[in-house]
């Protein structure tokens, strides 16, 4: 086993059969700080936008917004001016394209990785109308940009960009000689690609985000060929982390280099949480000196077959882990409801069939575009309901794909603020969960804290403050107990 770099408490090594990976140096606690990474760019989600700030995700009410665009917010102007190296690639083409700006998530990080490798700057001293910091507007009054204040008076000059050599990888690296404080242990040149693995389907949606990418960014970047994109493409996709609340409601996306060493096992030992744009990773087993450390790059509800399916689909491999040799949980997460005559091996098969594609077809709905897109709310929660009596025939209600649908049905509930009926599908939920998902589960504490929100604004305090209370003690394992989260849940229980 080689070893390859090193940091405070982990080093980079030569993992057998699973290549590069992380393992640690010291002794770690549950609960634990193994290591923090900064962001090296990321993006908020759109949906987000005037409930957090587009640079440090703060969230909170009162953002002034870009005097501009008017669609990306911020806390002040030190995190506009923060932000605008990265918000000046977009602000220009979101005037220009106003409702019909819709790039990707995965578009909108890869431009600015392109423009963050390429150091991107203006070379003449003016600072061009089209491309100024646009001014942001708390409490009614204008702030003007220094950069505004300090340009001489002359006509709008163009940009123009230092060019740039491409590599087989992605872009050149003659601009980009120094590691960012997210790469000390690996840099994004170094990304897997996995390339030569896709599949026509997925060349084809790679192609159509670097048309995305074209269309939306041609004013401000200087692109590699179609070749070095398509890596590009390909790395970010295989190394691109979302970011969520404590909720786990989405809030972005981000590429975290160092977190992205990481292997991945069905029981992981080191758990990911965000504080703002800062990954944060801490561990959620005993860990030795000398042990690899493993996160977890999929949801772990589903039995070993469907896990193995969406590691294969997505990151090309699948995992030898203990869970998926012994398959251990299985039975209980596939439970077939007792009946006098049980169902024939063929009618288990059938529905696990239809419950995989229903499952799917959220799925796809979800990453292609909003799914509210493809279907109304009433339509959503009929799919829901006619899925789980279809289902029920068959499986337990602790059955996971049960659960699925469950899930599903209560966040159409939310959605439509009928709280009662997601209560009903939270309480139904909360006991398999804690069953099939690992300990400090965040899937688990984001459970209890919608079930404890619930309960209080149902008038049900006891049992929402003994939900709000397990919530926490999941949260300080995984997120630390001086994250931002405890503390605001720690607020609502004493303002009750």
């Known amino acids: 086993m080689k070893t390859e770099g090193t940091a405070e408490g982990i080093e980079r090594f030569t993992s057998p059969g699973k290549g590069r990976g992380l393992r640690a140096l010291k002794h770690y606690k549950v609960g634990d700080l193994l290591f923090t990474c900064p962001a090296y760019t990321y993006v908020l989600t759109v949906s987000e936008r005037g409930n ?27 995190c506009q001016r923060g932000d605008w190296p990265m918000h000046k690639l977009e602000c220009s083409s979101m005037c220009i394209f106003k409702e019909n700006w819709d790039p990707s998530e995965t578009v909108r990080l890869t431009a600015r990785i392109i423009a963050k490798q390429q150091k991107q700057q203006l070379k003449d001293q003016v600072v061009p109308e089209t491309a100024r910091a646009p001014p942001c507007l708390p409490r009614g009054r204008e702030l003007v940009n220094q950069q505004e204040k300090d340009a001489p008076a002359k006509t709008a000059a163009a940009i123009t960009k230092i060019p740039t050599e491409v590599t087989q990888s992605t872009t050149s690296q003659k601009t980009q000689t120094e590691k960012t404080a997210a790469e000390k242990l690996l840099t994004v040149s170094e990304f897997e690609s996995h390339l030569e693995k896709l599949d026509n389907e997925k060349r084809e949606l790679i192609q159509s985000d670097i048309a995305a990418l074209h269309h939306f960014y041609s004013k401000h970047l200087e692109y590699p060929d179609n070749a070095a994109l398509l890596v590009l493409f390909a790395q970010v996709n ?125 799925r796809r709905a979800k990453h ?129």
């Open 52 to 78: 957090h700030c587009e640079f440090c995700f703060a969230r909170k009410e009162g953002l002034s917004k870009c005097g501009k665009c008017k669609q990306a917010f911020y806390c002040n102007v030190d």
């Open 238 to 362: 295989c190394n691109g982390f979302t970011i969520e609340d404590e909720e786990l409601s989405h809030l972005g996306s981000a590429v975290f280099p160092d977190v992205a060493l990481m292997n991945h096992s069905c029981c992981p030992n080191v758990i990911v949480t965000y504080k703002g744009t800062l990954a944060e990773v801490r561990a959620v087993q005993e860990i030795n000196a000398g042990d690899e450390i493993f996160t977890s790059y999929i949801d772990l509800l589903y039995p070993t077959d469907d896990r193995n399916d969406r590691l294969k689909d997505s990151y090309f491999f699948n995992c030898d882990c203990k869970e998926c040799a012994t398959k251990g949980k299985d039975k209980a997460k596939m439970e077939i409801r007792k009946m006098n005559e049980p169902p024939k091996p063929e009618t288990i098969r059938d529905m696990v069939k239809y419950a995989r594609n229903v499952i799917e077809e959220f």
């Open 368 to 496: 292609y575009k909003n799914i509210l897109f493809f279907y109304s709310i009433v339509e959503l929660l009929e799919i829901c309901e006619l899925s789980l009596d279809k289902m029920d025939a068959v499986f337990e209600d602790t059955n996971v794909y049960m659960l699925h649908m469950m899930y599903q049905a209560m966040g159409v509930c939310l959605y439509m603020q009928d709280w009662e009926g997601a209560l009903r599908y939270g309480e139904k939920i909360i006991k398999p969960y804690s069953k099939h998902y690992p300990a400090y589960s965040l899937n688990v504490a984001s459970m209890w804290l919608k079930l404890g929100r619930l309960y209080i604004g149902l008038e049900k305090k006891s049992l929402g403050v003994k939900a709000l209370k397990k919530a926490i003690a999941i949260m300080e394992v995984a997120h630390g107990k001086d994250h931002h989260y405890i503390a605001e849940i720690k607020k609502e229980l004493e303002e009750k």
